[in-house]
């Protein structure tokens, strides 16, 4: 089958045309770069900008289903690219997906479209969306593009929506690593001596882009399937990954409230620094720390993640090796 994958460059789109591959699909692999030489065997790399109408389009020709994985992700309160891509882009891909004819479309959401802070500590397919102006520009760009993307299901295109948990594990060759990977990168070499307390949703990539398969087959129209794993604290997360390499892990949390009571002071300084670690965003979600129920995804999927402790094994044995757990003939773009 020909398929078509937009962000195929990125750490969740890497990891998605290796799944998409290995089940024999022709894909057309699209971002704004693309690698040099020939990479695995029955992918095309083009470039394309989910911006442009007449670029998609163009990509586009010939798929029979297309995955949407481009978006721009940031902590930040205020981001104008951000919300173009996360909304617009959505929708100018969905409408060239509709005028080139592609049976079915499937969109990687986030967990950040449905509103974490008010959820009243659950999270399923029902919950608050982010629709509050308070929140930060990611989590309403996110909603943003699926009220986007349904305005062309109405019109006639068969999409699917997912909305990933925390995505960490191999293979991730993002430069930065994403920023899960990054904290556990540091705990596996011993370099984590506390951690911020709270928890999280977490989902092994490739999970996610099981589950991006598996809505592509199963899922029925319009519907939003949250592909989840399992809640842990980032203390306990983190002593995992040093447990792994042998290394000493955190000793201690410290209190997420008691952060988020000095960000007011350290979030500008963070700004100067052009890091947007230290603000309302990366701390929200572990102060709330939701059950995410992805048991939709499991009944009408199919969809089954991984235990966390064989992510947490596989990722660190990534770093040691990133060519390990490659396919065969794989490159990645430098």
Not at 234 to 256: D, N, Q, T, W, Y
């Amino acid at each position: 089958m020909k398929v078509a994958v937009t962000g195929a460059a990125g750490y969740l789109g890497t990891n998605l045309l290796r799944l998409l591959t290995e089940h024999g699909h022709q894909v057309t692999a699209i971002d704004r770069a693309v690698p040099g030489a020939a990479t695995a065997p029955g992918v095309t790399w083009v470039r394309g900008d989910v911006l442009d109408p007449a670029s998609m389009r163009t990509v586009l020709a010939g798929a029979e289903v297309v995955y949407h994985l481009v978006a721009v992700i940031t902590l930040a309160e205020k981001n104008d690219l951000a919300w173009r891509v996360n909304t617009e882009g959505v929708r100018v891909v969905a409408e060239a997906a509709l005028a080139v004819g592609a049976r079915r479309m499937v969109h990687a959401s986030s967990i950040h479209a449905f509103d974490q802070y008010s959820c009243g500590g659950r999270i399923d397919e029902r919950a608050a969306r982010s629709t509050d102006p308070a929140l930060p520009v990611y989590d309403r760009s996110k909603w943003a593009g699926e009220v986007e993307l349904r305005k062309v299901i109405d019109q006639g295109l068969d999409a699917v929506l997912c909305n990933p948990t925390g995505v960490f594990g191999p293979l991730d060759y993002s430069k930065p690593l994403s920023r899960i990977n990054r904290t556990l990168k540091d705990a596996a070499l011993g370099r984590v001596p506390a951690m911020i307390g709270g928890g999280f949703d977490l989902v092994d990539v490739r999970d996610v882009a099981q589950g991006l398969l598996l809505a592509g087959e199963r899922g029925r129209t319009g519907e939003n399937y949250l592909l989840g794993g399992s809640m842990i604290s980032m203390l306990e997360l983190c002593r995992v990954a040093a447990a792994h390499s042998g290394k000493k892990g955190p000793k201690f949390a410290i209190p997420p409230k008691l952060v988020s009571g000095v960000i007011p002071v350290l979030a500008p300084i963070g700004k100067l620094f052009n890091s947007d670690i230290v603000s309302k965003a990366a701390l929200g979600a572990l102060i709330s720390a939701p059950i995410v129920d992805h048991g939709k995804a499991a009944r009408e999927l199919g969809y089954q993640p991984r235990p966390l402790d064989e992510t947490v094994r596989d990722l660190v044995a990534f770093f040691d090796d990133p060519t390990r757990l490659a396919p065969p003939g794989a490159r990645r773009i430098a």
